[in-house]
């Protein structure tokens, strides 16, 4: 996969998380795997039609997910996910991937979103694409976020 | 709900199941409003699309089914449903119903829907939640267990 089609992810959660408040946002090193095993708490998985299909995850754990809900509703506590924090959870993993279009689109790429699910449980097994699934970690302040993208390009 | 955008999956995953595989789903209740929130039975995928409007395909089984299905679909016997090769065939149903479906759609409506690639997954306890879309269900049951087919449409049904 070319790392043209997988920077814009990166570069839209940083710049997502940084419009949040987050500090010390640090890329992890990049895995390939065909089937992705998550073992936190919750997958946001967002969709992409167009030149590029595929479909990118967004896993966390609970009280990482707390803290973006929190801060995305300006600090305000969050004690426990409710229907307004899943919803803000899926707003979180739209603003990303919609940005992530946004840069494709601005290469030259033109992709559509489609609507975000989100997935409770631990040790979940995913497949996300029928090809190889790149996993990358993201840590910043307010935790850790380990994005799958699968393309097919 | 305007049915036009919903029976075609109900009739495509019926359709396709049987032609794949034999396995007959019978009485498949009619479309009632889910919570925002689905507990999955065992291994669930989701397909959606975008085009004159976005939408999602939800199929959700138990796993005596999911492993009945690649085995016959497949021609080996399996007992786990995080077998990749279950998970792929499940994933790859889905493709094949939801295909069908928007297939049918976009002849008879123009919606220039396309398809993202399949999503499958297995775990004990998923909650599966879907923000902000209104989503409909249907049960059915099958000899090796039950199935439900879920379908959403943003901005409403019609």
């Known amino acids: 996969m070319d790392i043209k089609y997988i920077l814009p992810f990166l570069e839209a959660l940083k710049g997502i998380l940084e419009q949040f408040g987050a500090t010390d946002i640090k890329r992890g090193n990049m895995t390939k795997n065909d089937l992705m095993h998550v073992d936190t708490d919750i997958t946001a998985v967002v969709g992409m039609v167009g030149r590029v299909r595929g479909n990118i995850a967004y896993s966390m754990a609970t009280d990482t997910a707390k803290r973006i809900v929190s801060a995305m509703m300006m600090g305000m506590p969050v004690e426990e996910l409710n229907e307004m924090g899943r919803s803000a959870l899926g707003e979180f993993s739209n603003m990303v991937t919609g940005n992530a279009s946004t840069l494709l689109s601005g290469s030259g790429i033109q992709v559509d979103i489609t609507p975000p699910s989100i997935i409770f449980g631990r040790d979940v097994y995913f497949i996300i694409s029928s090809v190889e699934t790149l996993k990358i970690d993201m840590e910043s302040s307010l935790g850790r976020v380990e994005v799958n993208i699968g393309l097919e390009l | ?158």
């Open chain 2, 1 to 158: 709900m305007d049915e036009r955008l919903y029976n075609p999956f109900c009739i495509s995953t019926l359709d396709i199941i049987k032609e794949m595989s034999d396995i007959d789903i019978s009485g498949m209740d009619s479309l009632k409003e889910e919570a925002h929130e689905l507990t999955s039975m065992g291994i669930s995928s989701i397909i959606t699309f975008a085009g004159a409007k976005k939408g999602r395909l939800l199929i959700d089984m138990e796993p005596s089914l999911a492993l009945s299905l690649a085995g016959t679909i497949l021609g080996e016997e399996y007992d786990d449903i995080k077998d990749p090769m279950v998970l792929s065939l499940i994933s790859e149903v889905n493709n094949i119903i939801s295909g069908n479906a928007v297939t049918g759609l976009n002849d008879d409506f123009l919606m220039d829907l396309r398809l993202a690639p399949p999503v499958v997954f297995a775990g004990s306890d998923v909650v599966i939640s879907i923000p902000k879309l209104r989503s409909f269900s249907s049960h059915g049951k099958t000899d090796f267990g039950m199935i439900r087919i879920n379908i959403a449409w943003e901005g409403g049904s019609s």
